[in-house]
């Protein structure tokens, strides 16, 4: 017992020091970019986002200078795509170490659509996301005397003391670049504090200027029409001082035309290429999140190994005890049994819906292999935020592929309760379709709303063939192949015989499902902190990167899930009470209820910003999703957990 104590605690202070050690490792996601003096670099811009609708938007919808050459979109994955990214090109030029200032485009004169469009966009804080060499621009703000950190930058502003809007038409760019002096080396991974692993370069590469910054000061200036009309798009002109009053900035009105420049300037930095992410990973209060997840953690840890311990020496001492007795005692006892040894012939008898048990467990052993895979990944720096959508591409094809493993342990489980395989094809056809099934029915409803906004997060047509198409191509496929193989795995044969007449179960004081609900605020006690940050990372627009601390996290909830299932499930036996499936699955996967209604709670005071019924609607239905999927995930390693538990439990005593 000492040496599993010993073995769990070693366990827990490695993932503590691997947490420290992802945390301060990733790979930056795309291969370093030298560029020559007065080499030419074009910016990229992404969707219009706003943390108060949610709802992404073209940036071309508002009417900006376009390239000359037209406007086209980027190569974008899968991720990319769900996540409504749109990457374009986009006519802001800069020329390395070149400053300048420049001309962009004048807008034909406003209509009243194009007001209305403008006005709109203001008033629910739309943001402009720029991109330069893979870098998202960023914005220095002070609020309230402290300094913010931004990236992109607003559409226009709305004046306290003023019902008019003005639009940014002005930015000033500063270039954060690093001179990189070739020796022949190319560097391939990198590390916190900028070094790397190392590989013969070819000589191209000898020396140039790598990009490490990308920072903007949005300004709204109103220029004179008939001056700017005369110019062409990159024609210099004076360098602009931002105006700190009304009547010099640009307002948004009818008929006006809006002059559209920019100015840049290129800084010497000491910043390595590899540390450039630094400053869009750093999160806020880094300290108290440290310290207060590690707390927690360690708390929570310690309370279930404490319960845990206890519960085993309970059930030792009634095992010792009970095997002990010579086998007149052993007759006499049988007469006088109570608690779990009562529930004998009973303990393994068919549940209720058996089929919805198996296909849940299945889809939840898939679920929670995705998770586990894909955190430990991003742990080792493969899912960078260079990478954008790579995470959730990630997870989908891990998702994909993992079928296998949901149609194998579905059928092996089906098997085990029916004592047949016959019906296995139905089972494995229904773990392939449950989850995704619930998920796409949601996302399809979420779609007709984002549709009927004209959003970039709207799924195309297209797209929905494509996942389609990978669903029932490959996912389905392996699920069936799964099924197939759990058809042939060994046989788990039960300790004991199952009695023909159901045994009465005792009158209880309180409902057990009451019981089974409370169970679930010990693992959201070890979740509830990262949830807080995971979910500030999704609708806040804050980059989420301590994956080493989410994966500690990650490891304590299967430990937690799979103790408090047990100890729920041997109370249960306790009171005779031998229908324990469903519970010792919902004892852990009611957690998801406590997520659910956390972020019902997240929305109401911390997402006060949030507003309208559409982006409220979108925001629950992503956070049904998310509460589903944990509910099957956690409730699969309480319930196999416990099976695994009653089953050794009843084949270490000998009962007649």
């Known amino acids: 017992m000492r040496e599993k104590i010993s073995m769990i605690l070693w366990a827990f202070l490695f993932a503590v020091l691997f947490g420290q050690v992802c945390n301060g490792f990733y790979l930056p996601g795309s291969y370093m970019h030298t560029y020559s003096n007065g080499e030419p670099i074009y910016t990229k811009v992404n969707s219009l986002t706003s943390i108060e609708t949610e709802l992404p938007f073209s940036y071309y919808s508002l009417p900006y200078c376009k390239p000359l050459r037209g406007v086209k979109k980027s190569a974008e994955n899968l991720g990319e795509l769900l996540m409504g990214d749109q990457i374009d090109n986009s006519p802001y030029r800069f020329r390395i170490n070149k400053n300048e200032t420049l001309f962009l485009c004048i807008t034909t004169p406003l209509s009243e659509n194009e007001v209305k469009l403008l006005k709109q966009r203001t008033r629910d804080l739309y943001q402009v996301n720029m991109i330069l060499d893979n870098l998202p621009v960023m914005r220095y703000a002070k609020q309230n005397g402290v300094s913010i950190q931004w990236t992109g930058f607003p559409v226009g502003y709305t004046p306290g003391n003023s019902n008019d809007d003005y639009i940014i038409n002005h930015l000033k760019f500063t270039v954060l670049v690093h001179e990189y002096k070739g020796s022949g080396v190319e560097i391939i991974g990198t590390g916190e504090e900028g070094m790397g692993v190392i590989s013969e370069a070819d000589d191209k590469k000898a020396s140039g200027y790598e990009i490490v910054g990308f920072e903007v000061v949005p300004c709204s200036v109103k220029y004179d029409p008939e001056v700017m009309t005369k110019l062409h798009m990159y024609d210099n002109i004076t360098s602009v001082k931002c105006p700190s009053e009304l009547d010099k900035s640009q307002i948004i009105r009818e008929r006006e035309r809006i002059s559209f420049t920019y100015e840049v300037e290129f800084v010497k930095s000491n910043i390595r290429w590899p540390s450039r992410w630094d400053a869009y990973l750093k999160m806020e209060g880094a300290r108290v999140h440290w310290f207060s997840i590690l707390n927690s953690l360690m708390v929570i840890f310690f309370l279930a190994g404490i319960v845990f311990v206890i519960f085993l020496r309970t059930v030792r001492r009634d095992l010792t005890r009970y095997e002990e007795l010579d086998k007149e005692a052993q007759a006499q006892m049988n007469e006088e049994l109570s608690g779990w040894k009562l529930v004998v012939g009973d303990v393994f008898r068919e549940p209720d819906h058996p089929k919805l048990l198996c296909v849940m467990v299945g889809d939840g052993v898939q679920i929670t292999g995705m998770a586990i895979v894909t955190i430990i990944f991003a742990a080792l720096g493969f899912m960078s935020p260079a990478s954008r959508g790579m995470l959730l591409t990630g997870m989908i094809f891990l998702f994909l592929f993992l079928g296998i493993a949901a149609g194998y342990v579905a059928v092996r489980m089906w098997r085990t309760i029916k004592g047949t395989s016959e019906g296995w094809r139905s089972v494995a056809w229904s773990a392939a379709c449950f989850f995704p099934g619930i998920v796409f029915v949601i996302l399809t409803v979420l779609n007709f709303v984002l549709w009927g906004s004209k959003s970039t997060g709207a799924l195309p047509i297209s797209l929905y063939f494509v996942l389609l198409s990978l669903w029932f191509c490959i996912s389905v496929p392996l699920t069936l192949l799964g099924g197939f193989f759990g058809t042939r795995a060994e046989e788990i044969t039960y300790p004991v015989r199952t009695n023909q007449i ?82 010792a699955f919902f004892a852990s996967g009611s957690v998801a209820l406590y997520v659910f209604l956390y972020s019902i709670n997240y929305l109401v005071f911390d997402l006060q910003s949030l507003s309208g019924p559409v982006s409220a609607l979108l925001y629950l239905g992503y956070s049904l999703i998310m509460a589903v999927a944990i509910m099957l995930a956690t409730g699969t390693i309480g319930f196999l957990t416990s099976f695994y538990f009653v089953h050794y439990l009843f084949s270490s005593v000998k009962i007649d």
């Open 502 to 583: 159901p045994r009465e179960i005792p009158a209880r004081k309180y409902p057990s499902w009451l019981l089974v609900l409370g169970a679930g605020t010990l693992p959201f006690g070890t979740l509830f902190i990262e949830l807080f940050f995971i979910l500030s990372s999704i609708w806040l627009g804050r980059f989420y990167y301590v994956f080493g601390f989410l994966l500690i996290v990650l490891l304590l909830l299967v430990v937690v899930c799979a103790e408090v299932s047990v100890v729920l499930t041997y109370m249960h036996l306790c009171v005779e009470d031998w229908r324990w499936w469903w519970k």
